[in-house]
């Protein structure tokens, strides 16, 4: 009758409070007056985008570095780490067992007269089981959290591979705007060589100053001393893309074309698309505020009783390891357990659990206003570096133009010197702007693309 009565008291204890404790989490739909209500889903073209400007060598570096980098290795296996953790965690929640067996022998084993001198010795084996019934929900709300938390490891691998493939196309923009400032370099000297020729015929025939040609010398010198800085400009973004690509430093064949990608027509941004569902920062910290809520409820559920049950089914014998119906046994122990006496550290880890979920949310508010901002400022800075760009092109030609005039009234004799000294330097200066801004228009894009999440399309 004993027996029945606490087995009726178990059972009602399961059926009444098998509850979930702590708050029960949902995303954020809006971050002031910022729309937040599109989930997390990668751009469809995200590690593809790059093809559209046809760079065969572009595309075969982001492959190698898709394959290769071992950043993207670490980032790879700390997902598989978080969700093998996640399993874990999850099997907790049903029961557990294992399959045991054991020998025992021993001398003495009471204090009575009559075991002295007697050796006993046994075999045990069969099923171990144990299982925590989670009244509360304190192992449901630990699983939320380990799920929670190997989405954002899978999350923020996908941010690894975008950022990564930013890196490298931002470092192969400076290894072609490195090579083409040494083209443009290596072409203002043959140019500055011509006019060193006029100037050199001038002087010999009388009509033209020591002082002119040895200035000249000094602008042609002047280029010249420039040109290592160009080739360690140059070096320096190779060993960086070798570094991406994970293969040792030395030459990536890359082609001697000085040319930098460009897109036929802008990037698009169409209206009404929620962007920031493709930023795989806002993602992973939406997953850690999913997480660090259901520490709330791990927390919580410390406040109440914890049962647990733990048995035994199998075989019990003697020395003589037989095993029979006789040998059967079994065994049932249900335990309760209450952190009563220590209610004040169970608050105090409640509140900082409370207080880890207000972190975990700023931090995500933040990171959809910081991410709404780089949108933003990458693409009006893209927009921008393309108006100057077109303005730098522009007065290029126009100061091409004013070096053929001043060269051509110098070698006939109407022109002064220092006319076609000013205008081979502002063509000097105006060419290299013209190279920095491709690189720099380059990078704005890479940084657009970045931004976005790898959304955006080319018109």
Known sequence: MRNNTIASMVAALLLSACTTVGPDYQAPRQVADIDFSSPYSRAERALSWWQVFEDPHLDRLIELTLANNRELEQASANVERAYAVFHDVDNNRW??????????????????????????????????????????????????????????????????QLRLVSQVATSYGEYRGAQLRLEVARQNLDNLRQTRDIIQARFDAGLASELELVRIDAQLLEVAAGLPDHQLALLTAETTLAALVGSKPGPLQLGERAELPRLAQPVAIADGTNYLRYRADVAGAERSLAARTADIGVATADLYPSLSFSGFLGFVSGPG?????????????????????????????????????????????QKVIDALGEMQLALHGYNLGRERQLGLEQQWQASNKAVAIARARYQAGSGDFLELLDAEREQLRSRDRMAQQEQDSFSRLVAVYRSFGGGIEPL
């Open 95 to 160: 029961p557990q067992g294992s399959l045991d067996a054991g020998y025992q022998a021993g001398e003495n084993g009471t204090v009575a007269s009559d075991d002295d001198g007697v050796i006993a010795r046994g075999y045990r084996s069969g099923l171990g089981l144990s299982w925590d019934p989670d009244l509360f929900g304190k192992l449901r709300r630990a699983s939320q959290a380990g799920r929670a938390e190997a989405e954002q490891a899978r999350i923020l691998w996908h941010d690894a």
């Open 321 to 365: 390891w037989a095993l029979g119906s006789d040998q059967r046994s079994w065994s049932i122990a249900p335990g309760l357990s209450w952190q009563a006496a220590d209610l004040g550290s169970v608050r105090a880890r409640i509140r900082a659990a409370g207080a880890g979920r207000q972190m975990a949310l700023a931090e995500f508010e």
